[in-house]
C-alpha cells in the first residue's frame, strides 16, 4: 500500500464520489490490507458502474482471498457476460482466463 496514493485518492473521493475510477483504484489499495474496506468500494461499482468491467477481474479475485468461492464464481461470470455485451474482447478474455484458472482449481 502506499499511504500518499491512499491519501490523495481519499481527496479526489471527496471532491467526487461519483468517480469510477477513483472508487477502483482506492478499493485496489485497500485489498492489499483491508478487505472489508476493498469489498465495500468494489460493491459501490458493482451497484452504481456495473459497466466499469475491470471490477468484476480484481472483486473475483477478493472473494477467492476472503474464502468465498460461491461469490468469486459469480463475480467471474458476471463479468464475462458484461464485458460481451459491451464488446470488451480484452476484458472478456481475461475474465474468461480467471474464471478457467478458478473452474481448474476449485
Known amino acids: ?8 485518492l481519499l481527496k479526489f473521493y471527496a471532491e467526487d464520489p461519483n468517480d469510477p475510477f477513483t472508487i477502483y483504484a ?5 485489498k492489499v ?3 472489508d474496506k476493498a469489498l465495500f ?3 459501490i461499482l458493482i451497484r452504481d458502474h456495473p459497466n466499469y468491467i475491470a471490477t468484476y477481474y480484481h472483486l ?9 468461492e460461491e461469490k468469486a464464481k459469480s463475480t467471474f461470470e458476471k463479468g464475462m457476460k ?4 459491451n464488446n470488451e474482447e480484452l476484458a ?4 474468461k482466463n480467471a ?5 481448474m482449481d476449485y
Open 82 to 85: 458484461i464485458a460481451a455485451a
Open 92 to 95: 472478456l478474455r481475461e475474465l
Open 60 to 68: 473475483g479475485y477478493l472473494y477467492l482471498e476472503m474464502g468465498d
Open 99 to 103: 474464471y478457467d484458472e478458478f473452474m
Open 1 to 8: 500500500m502506499n499511504k500518499s496514493r491512499l491519501e490523495q
Open 33 to 35: 490490507f483491508d478487505h
Open 26 to 30: 482506492m478499493a485496489n489499495e485497500y
Open 41 to 43: 468500494f468494489f460493491e
